[in-house]
């Protein structure tokens, strides 16, 4: 877990990716998958769907197979009125390999992958 200072004390909590909005691995060394957040782009008043097709234990493309798969099914964000997404797992799933996430959908969005290193 990340420390941050605060005035009275520390305060421990996830790290998180820097915001992608194309496939990528986003951490490539062994961590705990604790969630994703979804920022979908917008169109008027709706924002648009986004379809995660996977998110995987794997520190490279080649990986993206069935077997490494974190979440079994494809994650469909519908297009509707809400500006931002979870997924979280507590306690954070255990990642061998790294991360990756495979996406596609319509127009802009963003997506921040919420994990901790592991303990050397």
Same mark, same amino acid.
């Given at each position: 877990?990340?420390?941050?200072?605060?005035?009275?004390?520390?305060?421990?909590?996830?790290?998180?990716?820097?915001?992608? &909005?194309?496939?990528?691995?986003?951490?490539?060394?062994?961590?705990?998958?604790?969630?994703?957040?979804?920022?979908?782009?917008?169109?008027?008043?709706?924002? *648009?769907?986004?379809?995660?097709?996977?998110?995987?234990?794997?520190?490279?493309?080649?990986?993206?197979?069935?077997?490494?798969? *974190?979440?079994?099914?494809?994650?469909?964000?519908?297009? #509707?009125?809400?500006? *931002?997404?979870?997924?979280?797992?507590?306690?954070?799933?255990?990642? &061998?390999?790294?991360?990756?996430?495979?996406?596609? #959908?319509?127009?802009?969005?963003?997506?921040?992958?919420?994990?901790?290193?592991?303990?050397?």
């Amino acid at each position: 877990m990340a420390k941050i200072q605060t005035r009275n004390g520390s305060l421990t909590g996830h790290k998180v990716t820097v915001p992608r &909005s194309s496939s990528s691995v986003v951490v490539n060394n062994p961590c705990l998958f604790a969630g994703i957040m979804v920022r979908p782009g917008k169109s008027g008043a709706s924002y *648009l769907p986004v379809t995660i097709l996977g998110i995987y234990n794997s520190a490279d493309a080649a990986g993206n197979v069935d077997a490494n798969r *974190l979440v079994p099914r494809n994650l469909e964000i519908t297009s #509707g009125t809400q500006p *931002l997404y979870t997924l979280s797992f507590d306690p954070p799933l255990v990642c &061998s390999d790294g991360i990756s996430v495979q996406i596609s #959908g319509g127009g802009t969005f963003y997506y921040q992958v919420i994990y901790d290193d592991t303990e050397a």
